[in-house]
């Protein structure tokens, strides 16, 4: 019996599976797959934030909210669009294949990271650096033979993929300040959601399509932001999107606005619309 799309990824959940190859299908099937499963995860990340906002009392602390605030468009793409899909799938996702090399690049990133963090001397920082570089060449030269991790890939499976999912949502903690860190299980909630479906996607359909999944993800989230420091005028951008005064705004901020508003409104619509649709099909395969 066929399997839906919904029930395929809910089994994967039940039971990850990390060193089959990935699908082979068509560049057009795949993205289709792909933004169907986010319409529904991007549901359960707004029921999630509408959570946090009702019981945590943490918009307040948010620290990236105010980070978002404070820069152009055009860094808040390359930071939020580019950079961040790239490294954090190369740190969170990349490992989840067994390949040595891909386990030496993850981890190095994340040494790089400590050493600009803590490293001081600047030649200090490139000696690692280069070290590192060059330990990872060797192992993308040997990968034919670095595939020692893969009975270990086999017994763990589950653990695996779900404490690098974790680990994933944990770090976000540092989106907000201190004071609100002993509720990180619920702060981080919409990360998670997010992790769940990203790592399908590395693993059904390949790193790169993780990378597209993260930008989508990610600038979807910010496309109004990004309209607005663009187009808006400085009044509008000093108010905000949440406090607007429509009768204080001039005609091209109300246009912008109005295009927010449609585009925020109907996105949803979109999300519920396919989202019924991945549902509906898998009751119908069941019966």
């Known amino acids: ?6 029930n395929t990824y809910l089994q994967f959940l039940r039971s990850p599976t990390l060193n089959s190859p990935p ?30 906002t009702r019981f945590s009392g943490a918009q307040d602390d948010s620290l990236i909210t105010e980070a978002i605030a404070e820069m152009p468009a055009w860094a808040l793409f390359l930071s939020a669009v580019v950079a961040a899909p790239v490294l954090e799938e190369s740190v969170f996702r990349l490992p989840m294949r067994s390949l040595a090399v891909n386990l030496a690049f993850s981890g190095s990133l994340v040494v790089l990271y400590l050493a600009l963090m803590l490293v001081a001397s600047g ?4 000696f690692i650096a280069g070290m590192l570089i060059g330990f990872n060449l060797y192992l993308w030269i040997q990968r ?6 893969q009975p270990f890939y086999e017994r763990y499976p589950k653990y695996i993929f779900y404490f690098l999912t974790l680990i994933f949502g944990a770090i976000h903690i540092t989106n907000y300040a201190p004071r609100v860190w002993p509720l990180l299980p619920l702060l981080v909630l919409p ?11 590395r693993l ?16 979807c989230l910010l496309l109004p932001v990004c309209l607005t420091k663009l187009f808006g005028s400085a009044q509008l951008q000093a ?18 606005v109005g295009g927010i508003g449609i585009y925020t409104v109907g996105g949803a619509v979109v999300c519920v619309l396919v989202a019924w649709k991945l549902l509906k ?6 019966h």
């Open 239 to 256: 108010s905000g999107l949440e406090n607007l005064d429509m009768d204080t705004l001039t005609v091209g901020d109300q246009l912008l």
């Open 281 to 286: 099909e898998r009751a119908e395969l069941h």
């Open 204 to 219: 059904r359909y390949g790193f790169r399509w993780a990378i597209f999944a993260h930008a989508l993800h990610n600038g």
């Open 23 to 52: 699908e082979d299908s068509s560049p057009q099937k795949t993205f289709s797959q792909i933004l169907q499963l986010y319409t529904l995860h991007f549901l359960l990340v707004i029921l999630a934030g509408v959570i946090i």
């Open 144 to 149: 034919p033979k670095m595939m020692v991790f």
């Open 191 to 201: 990360q998670v959601i997010i992790a769940l479906w990203l790592g399908f996607v």
């Open 1 to 6: 019996m066929a399997s839906s799309l919904l």
């Open 123 to 126: 030649s200090l920082l490139i």
